[in-house]
Structures are given as C-alpha cells and as structure tokens.
C-alpha cells in the first residue's frame, strides 16, 4: 500500500529552483525518517537527502549539499524538498520514503513507492 505521494516537479533551466512537496501517511511522518530519492533514465535509484523523525538532523548527497534543502511541517504531514541552482544533471523522477538511515535506502518496514514527481532541467 502506496503511503506517499511526491508533487512539484516541473521543467525548469539551469540554475533555477523548484520546491518538491511530498504528503506521507501518519503512520510514516510519525515512526520514521523521511528521504529524498530519484532515479534518472538508464540509471538506479539514488539517495538524495533524509530528515529524521524529530528534524533535527539532515543529511545530504554530495551531489546535492548546499543547493537542496529538505525540511518537514508535522502540521501538514508534509516533507519538502527545496532545490536551488539546478543543474541538468538533476534530472530524474524524484520519490520520497521512509528511509534506513544506516543504508539511505528504502526502510525494510515498506516495500511499495509512490509515482514520483519528474524533474527536468534544461540548459
């Protein structure tokens, strides 16, 4: 059973920023940490950045660190992904999930993904 669902995707030039919303069942936003994943064409998916369950701590991808921020709003159930200075290279449907913070993949308590939301960045 799908417990996420990833909007805010778009089409947008280099060096541009989108804001990535992903809306996670109770069950999710209360018991675990939340990550940041995308996978491009031709390629596996990959870890872009956690919140844990408090949000106190972040952490990020080298990749990413220091152009996305993420962030969570316990009223909305809702974690963020904000993206600044874009690069093509960050194209790729992006998902979010409960995550295994030793591993940074998908936690072993889940099995399913949402549709994810595509982000394309042209140059």
């Known amino acids: 059973q799908v417990q996420v669902a990833e909007s805010g995707g778009g089409l947008v030039q280099a060096g541009g920023s989108l804001r990535l919303s992903c809306a996670a069942s109770?069950?999710?936003?209360?018991?675990?940490?939340i990550g940041w994943f995308r996978q491009a064409p031709g390629s596996e998916r990959e870890f872009v950045a956690y919140v844990t369950w408090s949000g106190a701590n972040t952490f990020y991808a080298h990749a990413v660190k220091g152009r996305f921020t993420i962030s969570r709003d316990n009223a909305k159930n809702t974690v963020y992904l904000q993206m600044n200075s874009l690069k093509p290279e960050d194209t790729a449907v992006y998902y979010c999930n409960a995550i295994n913070l030793s591993t940074r993949r998908l936690h072993d308590d889940f099995h399913s993904w949402g549709q994810g939301t595509q982000v394309t960045v042209s140059s």
């Open positions: 109770e069950r999710i936003f209360n018991n675990y940490a």
